[in-house]
């Protein structure tokens, strides 16, 4: 029993998950060959933001997110195409792994998130025929709809204020209101996974 407590203890730390799929994927050096689009659904579908301070009967997952800053985005540009939409919808794919951190954490435990993060998000868009890094232009669009999205979440489902998550986030963007209760109520994990899914191939056949 020592003898194999000692070889436990002398292996190298494992760095890689095993997916539902059956592919590991290795955090250290993730391939776009291990990546796929059921795995990434399914993990951010089951991932809170907020960390799960959000009021209602199911988490606000980070699939729903994805979309809701779609959403957003396309009805400000009054349209997207197909690429920026497939990154859009994919700008917070690692958190499939890695979970969502949220940002006063990231800034506690430093960079090391990051770099983690980054590597992921290159083998993703890489995995799905998106640039390594996007166009400076198409990552302000994102950022910009990324934080409409959250001013609305943090308002409707977090207890901000509107003062408050107008100093954090920037203005509130501008949704039909079925729409934005549509977005804004959370879905149960199922329901945020096959509309993730379903979002994504339709953007493969336009």
């Given at each position: 029993m020592a003898m194999i407590k000692a070889s436990a203890r002398?292996?190298?730390?494992?760095?890689?998950?095993?997916?539902?799929?059956?592919?590991?994927l290795d955090l250290l050096d993730p391939s776009p060959l291990d990546i796929e689009i059921e795995d990434i659904a399914h993990g951010l579908a089951r991932v809170a933001r907020w960390n799960g301070?959000?009021?209602?009967?199911?988490?606000?997952?980070?699939?729903?997110?994805?979309?809701?800053?779609?959403?957003?985005?396309?009805?400000?540009?009054?349209?997207?195409?197909?690429?920026?939409?497939?990154?859009?919808?994919?700008?917070?794919?690692?958190?499939?792994?890695?979970?969502?951190?949220?940002?006063?954490?990231?800034?506690?435990?430093?960079?090391?998130?990051?770099?983690v993060e980054q590597r992921l998000l290159e083998a993703i868009h890489l995995r799905f025929g998106l640039p390594r890094a996007l166009p400076a232009e198409t990552a302000a669009i994102i950022k910009a709809a990324d934080r409409g999205a959250a001013f609305l979440e943090a308002t409707t489902l977090a207890g901000f204020s509107a003062a408050e998550a107008r100093r954090l986030f920037g203005p509130r963007p501008a949704l039909p209101a079925a729409v934005e209760s549509d977005y804004l109520t959370p879905w149960p994990a199922d329901t945020a996974k096959r509309r993730f899914l379903q979002h994504f191939n339709e953007l493969q056949t336009d």
């Open positions: 002398g292996a190298a730390p494992r760095a890689w998950q095993r997916m539902l799929s059956g592919r590991r301070q959000t009021r209602g009967d199911h988490i606000f997952s980070v699939a729903q997110h994805t979309l809701l800053t779609e959403e957003i985005a396309r009805r400000r540009n009054r349209g997207s195409d197909r690429r920026l939409a497939l990154a859009l919808l994919l700008h917070d794919a690692p958190e499939y792994v890695i979970g969502d951190m949220i940002s006063p954490f990231k800034v506690v435990i430093g960079g090391a998130y990051k770099a």
